[in-house]
Structure formats: C-alpha cells, structure tokens
C-alpha cells in the first residue's frame, strides 16, 4: 500500500527533483578523519569532545521508569549540530519554496529557512554532553554516533508518579539549542496513551510529497479539529499523570517544530522520532512513506520494556500503516493495549488510495483482535463515550 501510493502521488518523482543539500565545512575543520573513524564506535568511542562554544545541543524530553529491581531510569536523547554550518541555504529555500507554488520573494521563505536549518547545519559525532538533572544529579551522556545523537539509559533519582521534573544542559557561553528537557515519572502500573502525530492529531498530507513540503516547511502547525479538546478529555480521564508518547516517522531534525506543536495544542508527553539522517530531503518523504509499520513496532517494543504493565490506549489515522502497526502490537503483547481508535481520513480520495480507508483493510489488520478492542471514527465526537467506557472496563 505503501508502494501504491508513492508511485500514484509520483513521490519519486518530486524526491529525484528536489535539491541536495551540502554540507557546509565548519570553520575548524570539524570533525575530523580520527573522529569521524573513531565515531563508528559509538558509547565505547576512546576520544570523545566536549561542547564547545560553537555547538547547538538539542535534549529531548522522557518517560522516567522502574526497573525490575525498583530503581528509576530513564533514556536520554541528544543530538548536536555546529551552529556555524548551514548559513548558505537560499538556494535550498528557492527550491522549496517553488515546489509548494510560492513565488520568488515570498515572506514565506524566512519561514522555510528556518525550518531548513536542522536539515543543512552540520551534525556532531563523539559529543559527550554534561546536564544537571533536577538540580540533584549530574548526567554525562555520550559520545555520540555518527548521525550526532546519543542515547544513554541512565539512573535517575526518585521523584512522585507523574511528577515532570526539569534537566539542564551544562554548555559553555555561546553554544545554543534546547538546552533544557523535561522528564516525567511514571509507576508501573496505570494508564497509558501512545499516539501517531502525522494526520492523526497535525495536518501533515503524509500521502501528497507537496503537501508535505507545505505542511513542514510553510505553513502554520494545525491541529486536527476537535484533537486537542479530545486528548483533553482522555488526558483528564485516564489520570493527570498517565504517561504520553507522541510516535512519529518524522525525522528527528523536526523535533523542535513537533515539540513546539505539541506544547502549545496537546498534553505533556514523550516525542519519539526517526534517528535517521541524510543530506538530501527526499529523505523527509520516504521517512514518512516508507517502512512505518516496521519502524512504529519497533519503537512500541521499547515502551513495553519500560512500561509492560500500564493499559494502553493507541490513537492513529488510515494514511499510513497505523492499522497494521497497532494491530500486530496488540497480538504480540497480549493484554497490554486495552484499544485502539483509528481516524479515517475522509478526504483520503484527493491525496491517496481509497482502499486505506475500506472496511477490509481495518478487519485485515486487526485480524483476531475482538471487534469491541478497536474503532474506526471519522469525528473525535465519537470517541468521548468510548474514551469512559473502556476506563470503566477496566478500573
């Protein structure tokens, strides 16, 4: 399906056209060959760098957890870029901005610019990043890979279920980015809710190339109408401190637009994203079209090893493999996911292939799942009183 709706909507076609990015050399030369040789080795890197005055260090917020023996821990992500690179991005701009039929000139292209830079500043191997966790501990993560980002689980002091605390990058004067992150704690057992961002609760056009270019570098972040009031209500429903998680095929370079979405329209929660990188944007499309049922698995796995006990709740939409994702997670780990709802694109008919939104393809991908674990709903209006009936289900 995925297939059939990238050769229908000519996805090829406007990834072949689109520019490449080249990577502008930072003004010391970094990294070097030894550093990037010594990248491959990932954590067991002998010669990590520190942050210096010219990076950008990016910390993605997370889910804090228990681990089998009791004790608190929590996956740290972080990626860092040279803020130095990246500068000479106007003809990527032009580019961009004539493929979504601006004209030259447009007050758009300030915002096409920055949305850009993430894609075309350059990223940092072998960064280790010191940060300050709630003001009682302090973390080294890192060094990095080679895409520039780390991930390191580490032990976290206690704090009270749903309690969100705050960490801070320790960065000398100079280096930018989202030097502050937020953790949320969250026991054992409860409620969870794990959601699809891309046309489930942003209008993203996840199956026009246009439309996602227009979407992700132009246009204003909208939410689905009636989302926010509906994840509201489940958020109030389900418990203040039942944990969130944003799941998305979306490359990490849009975190700071998702997160800055997500802040100003839905609840606290953890976004995770693809670690995939490249220096061409047709990898922002195939990200999104290619491989997301394996990949949302994937990432749903993960949230089990940390939270195999919470009741969770899955909310996605018919663009793309949501169906089929949610459906084999539910089968692998039974008990674990107590629902499903699925929105179906209603105007699916203009931007993909009528069959994602037939009655077959649902009943395929949730094949031996109950008919009462999972609804298709085309308003959010219908799902309030499915929302109250599966809590109620089970206390």
């Known amino acids: 399906m995925e297939y059939r709706t990238r050769r229908e909507r000519r996805f090829e076609e406007v990834e072949s056209s689109l520019p490449n990015i080249k990577m502008t050399p930072a003004v010391d030369h970094r990294p070097s060959i030894t550093t990037r040789l010594l990248s491959y080795l990932g954590p067991y890197n002998p010669a990590p760098h520190p942050i210096t005055p010219n990076d950008e260090v990016w910390l993605f917020d997370n889910t804090a957890y228990r681990t089998a023996d ?108 989202i030097l502050k992150m937020s953790t949320v704690f969250a026991e054992p057992e409860g409620w969870s809710l794990i959601s699809d961002i891309d046309d489930t609760i942003k209008i ?123 459906g084999e997670i539910y089968r692998k780990h039974e008990g674990w996911v107590k629902f499903i709802l699925i929105r179906k694109v209603t105007d699916i008919a203009e931007v993909g292939i009528q069959e994602k939104n037939e009655p077959k393809r649902f009943e395929a991908a949730f094949k031996g799942i109950p008919t009462d674990a999972w609804h298709v709903f085309e308003t959010p209006e219908e799902c309030y009183q499915i929302i109250k009936d599966v809590v109620a289900k089970y206390p």
């Open 70 to 177: 009791n004790k608190w821990q929590a996956e740290f992500v972080t990626a860092e870029f040279d803020q130095k690179t990246g500068e000479e991005v106007s003809s990527v701009v032009a580019d961009v901005a004539e493929k979504v039929g601006l004209g030259k000139g447009d007050a758009a292209e300030a915002t096409i610019q920055k949305r850009l830079m993430p894609f075309v500043q350059a990223e940092l191997p072998a960064r280790v990043v010191r940060v300050d966790f709630a003001g009682r501990k302090e973390l080294k993560l890192g060094p990095g890979g080679r895409n520039g980002i780390t991930s390191d689980t580490r032990g976290v002091v206690e704090f009270k279920n749903g309690e969100v605390v705050s960490t801070i990058a320790r960065v000398p004067r100079g280096a930018t980015g």
């Open 204 to 326: 993203t056009m996840t199956s026009d190339p246009i439309g996602i270019l227009r979407s992700t570098f132009v246009s204003e972040p909208t939410p689905i109408q009636g989302m926010p009031e509906l994840y509201k209500f489940i958020h109030t429903t389900l418990s203040p401190s039942a944990p969130f998680f944003y799941l998305s095929a979306s490359p990490y370079n849009l975190y700071r637009f998702l997160r800055n979405f997500r802040e100003k329209y839905y609840p606290q929660g953890t976004i995770i994203l693809r670690d995939a990188n490249w220096m061409n944007l047709s990898g922002l499309l195939s990200n999104l079209t290619l491989g997301t049922e394996a990949y949302k698995v994937d990432r749903m796995e993960k949230i089990n090893s940390w939270l195999p006990k919470r009741k969770m709740i899955c909310i996605g939409d018919s663009t793309q493999s949501d169906p089929e994702a949610y």
